[in-house]
């Protein structure tokens, strides 16, 4: 008797073994002729040239080879590489149809996310240059800015900030402003400023140079922290007061999560480009359709698909999120 189970598992983690040995050899046209047609119009060589061959560099070295390959669910399947330089894990999400997402990670975490910040037209290159000087985060940037924020004027909320911490305050300001920056506010401790497109952020002293925090505006911290909380699986309360909750994993891994109180709060409208989101998470799990369950358990809306590769919610204080399988 053939065991259906084991022969289909097999043969799925073959085709993508078949992916990732493709992408090793830089061979575009393999890997494009194994795109599903939700990806005809992906040009791989670029994301091959700047995603791939730099992050595997980075986290596994030269030398490399393929240790282990397992199936996760019916899409998804997930490799351990191994090189000079350490270990990378690489996911390739596939449909019936063909490939549709990956990625390459440092290690296995269910939770992670990234910061989409929203931009117009034109401004990525501007905006991208500018961040990555600032700091090593997971960024991207997006379309349908709509208004810019106009920080303190509740008429044009900023809905999130970044807090970043660094080693030298005023060689850190000089460096802003030199590339585009606009500066808002001295509040002592920190200082506040805004990007190129407007959107506000924070400068600390600190030792390292680091993304500490991803400040969410809200009408209640402690409700929203509940919120983040459970989905991020951020347990720990740093910080409590009525109008500031500072929430992070147990393990102090950065960035945390801070919710505070802004009176007048406006919700943004996603996609009304009059009350845009300005900035927000992509989440990314292994199982998104549990992670879905969570969320609409603990208040999350799931919002009607406007285009894009992942789903839309919104958090209980309307802030949009994207709900992502690793690799989408």
Request: aromatic share 8%; hydrophobic share 40%; with cysteine.
């Amino acid at each position: 008797m053939v065991d259906n189970s084991r022969s289909s598992e097999s043969g799925l983690v073959e085709r993508a073994r078949l992916v990732v040995e493709a992408l090793e050899r830089d061979d575009v046209e393999a890997v494009a002729a194994a795109r599903s047609a939700r990806l005809a119009d992906w040009d791989p060589g670029p994301w091959m040239r700047e995603v791939w061959a730099v992050r595997m560099q980075a986290t596994a070295g030269s030398g490399r080879r393929l240790v282990a390959g397992w199936k996760v669910h019916d899409r998804l399947v997930r490799f351990q590489v191994e090189g000079d330089r350490g270990q990378a894990f690489v996911t390739v999400l596939l449909d019936a149809d063909g490939l549709f997402g990956l990625n390459v990670a440092a290690e296995l975490r269910d939770g992670t996310f990234g910061i989409c910040i929203g931009c117009a037209k034109g401004q990525h290159d501007e905006l991208r240059a500018f961040w990555e000087r600032l700091v090593d985060a997971p960024l991207s940037f997006g379309d349908g800015f709509g208004r810019a924020p106009r920080w303190p004027d509740p008429a044009y909320p900023q809905q999130l900030h970044l807090d970043v911490v660094v080693p030298d305050l005023e060689a850190a300001e000089a460096d802003v402003l030199a590339h585009g920056a606009t500066k808002l506010r001295d509040s002592g401790e920190f200082r506040v400023y805004a990007d190129p497109a407007g959107h506000p952020f924070c400068l600390y002293p600190g030792r390292d140079r680091e993304l500490v925090r991803v400040v969410f505006d809200c009408p209640d911290p402690s409700v929203l922290a509940d919120f983040w909380a459970g989905m991020l699986e951020m347990p720990e309360r740093v910080e409590e007061s009525a109008d500031r909750v500072v929430i992070s994993r147990s393990d102090g891994r950065l960035p945390m999560i801070a919710l505070q109180r802004v009176e007048g709060y406006q919700a943004p409208r996603w996609p009304d480009p009059e009350y845009p989101s300005q900035l927000h998470l992509d989440v990314f799990f292994d199982d998104r359709e549990e992670r879905e369950r969570l969320a609409l358990r603990l208040g999350a809306v799931k919002l009607p698909p406007e285009g894009g590769s992942c789903p839309v919610y919104v958090d209980p204080a309307g802030h949009p999120f994207c709900l992502c399988m690793a690799g989408e």
